[in-house]
């Protein structure tokens, strides 16, 4: 079983900077693709960027492609996403989300395990 636990989200201005981040336990960490999400108001859940367990690969929409990076450490079991030029629409509340096993890393329902998610508004 993993525990995801998101921290790090806020409120800033358009054009500012965030960096979420996300802390496991339980299982293997490094053997876990690791992804993040976002869910507006009324909207249904996006994917936003993943990547393997080795950090060799990634994977981002094309809405946040440029501005975003996401980024882990294995040492500390923790799985970032660096978040600049934020937009007010990049305003959600942001999932972490893990999976031993992938096949399409943007859908949402390859995931095994999920965090609680954290608050993340642009203003403008």
């Known amino acids: 079983q993993v525990q995801l636990v998101e921290s790090g989200g806020g409120l800033v201005q358009a054009g500012g900077s965030l960096r979420p981040s996300c802390a496991a336990s339980g299982g293997t960490f490094r053997r876990n693709f690791m992804g993040w999400f976002r869910q507006a108001p009324g909207k249904e859940r996006e994917f936003v960027a993943a990547?393997?367990?080795?950090?060799?690969?990634?994977y981002y929409a094309d809405s946040v492609k440029g501005r975003f990076t996401i980024s882990r450490d294995n040492a500390k079991n923790t799985v970032y996403l660096q978040m600049n030029s934020l937009k007010p629409e990049d305003t959600a509340v942001y999932f972490c989300?893990?999976?031993?096993?992938?096949?399409?890393?943007?859908?949402?329902?390859?995931?095994?395990?999920w965090g609680q998610g954290t608050q993340v508004t642009v203003s403008s």
């Open positions: 989300a893990a999976t031993v096993s992938v096949r399409v890393p943007n859908n949402a329902y390859d995931y095994d395990y």
């Open positions: 990547i393997s367990g080795s950090g060799a690969n990634t």
